[in-house]
């Protein structure tokens, strides 16, 4: 669409504009682009690459700023990406060394953070048909039990069952052992189908008990299809999203009622690479104000999630894009080791 003097100008008003944060004028454009054109010629060019979307004028100056239009076009075909070097490599990969796949996935979030100064978010993999090593039962209060899973994977959980009736220790040993005797190296779910015939044939109270373990245990497979972020605050040091206190507001609100920027993160992890969402490319309106680069994970070779950054339209794409896809790649090699 654009001539090679107009792409020149275009990447030279955007580089400026995300260097300081101030509309560029045409002496500026006229200085830096390196094109041998008179002020009122970038005037000219300018107002065409105004007209055409990807540029505007802010109210209070006669400078230009890149819209999301304009963002795309340099994120797409003028962008010149500067690989991380060796020696930052290899300190990444440092600090994603870890036994536990939990703490990798909390540390590559701050890690994202740290590196670009804005959030940080890795989406959790889901724990599909995860079988458990044992469990067991233990009293807290009258009603009250202690369910502690541990999966075969050596991942622990526990969860909190409130109950009709007190359960004395000897009906919570027997529970525990019927549990880890017949079902030990299985899913819930595949436990679930076979109980079904065993609870017709055990006491009414401890039918609740068992019942209310699986659905426990339902609870504890959701909580881990959630997603991780770090870094939240630093946004309120991004002068551009700092300034608009109801963007930002709906951009928290989006951090604590997490289902939506989950989807859109779920929905990423189907392409290859980075993705870059620019304003309301995500379709996702607490973002409009936003970028977010994300790029998908593996275990083993299989995709199981998605990470990223998210943070402000004018931020240092040529940056953030190499730290997204290193550390996904990082990540990728920390899991598929355990």
Do not use: W
Request: with cysteine; net charge negative.
């Amino acid at each position: 669409m654009l001539d090679q003097r107009a792409q020149i100008l275009l990447k030279t008003l955007v580089e400026h504009y995300i260097g300081d944060g101030q509309p560029v004028g045409s002496r500026t454009l006229a200085q830096c682009s390196g094109l041998e054109l008179s002020p009122a010629s970038i005037r000219n060019m300018m107002a065409d690459l105004e007209g055409m979307g990807f540029i505007a004028s802010p109210h209070t100056s006669a400078g230009r700023i890149p819209t999301p239009r304009g963002y795309r076009l340099f994120v797409d075909t003028l962008l010149t990406v500067r690989p991380l070097e060796s020696a930052e490599i290899q300190r990444l990969e440092h600090k994603l060394q870890s036994p536990d796949p939990q703490e990798l996935i909390d540390s590559t979030a701050k890690l994202l953070s740290e590196l670009t100064r804005f959030a940080g978010v890795v989406m959790i993999p889901k724990r599909r048909g995860v079988a458990f090593r044992q469990l067991e039962f233990v009293p807290l209060s009258d009603k009250r039990i202690l369910l502690i899973i541990v999966a075969a994977d050596g991942n622990v959980q526990n969860r909190i069952i409130t109950t009709g009736r007190a359960f004395t220790s000897v009906e919570l040993t027997q529970a525990t052992n019927f549990f880890n005797q017949h079902f030990s190296g299985q899913t819930f779910d595949e436990v679930r189908q076979k109980l079904q015939a065993e609870l017709k044939r055990m006491q009414s109270d401890m039918t609740r008990l068992m019942t209310a373990a699986l659905e426990t245990s339902d609870k504890a497979k959701s909580d881990d299809d959630g997603l991780v972020l770090a870094g939240e605050s630093k946004l309120f040091n991004v002068a551009d999203l700092s300034s608009n206190v109801a963007s930002l507001r709906k951009l928290f609100e989006a951090f604590e009622n997490r289902a939506s920027l989950l989807q859109l993160l779920d929905n990423s992890q189907r392409a290859e690479g980075v993705q870059i969402f620019i304003g309301g490319e995500s379709g996702y309106s607490p973002l409009d104000e936003c970028s977010m680069v994300t790029a998908p994970y593996e275990v083993n070779g299989e995709v199981v999630g998605t990470l990223g950054v998210i943070g402000p339209t004018r931020m240092a794409y040529e940056r953030v894009i190499p730290i997204v896809d290193i550390t996904a790649k990082l990540l990728s090699n920390a899991l598929s080791t355990h």
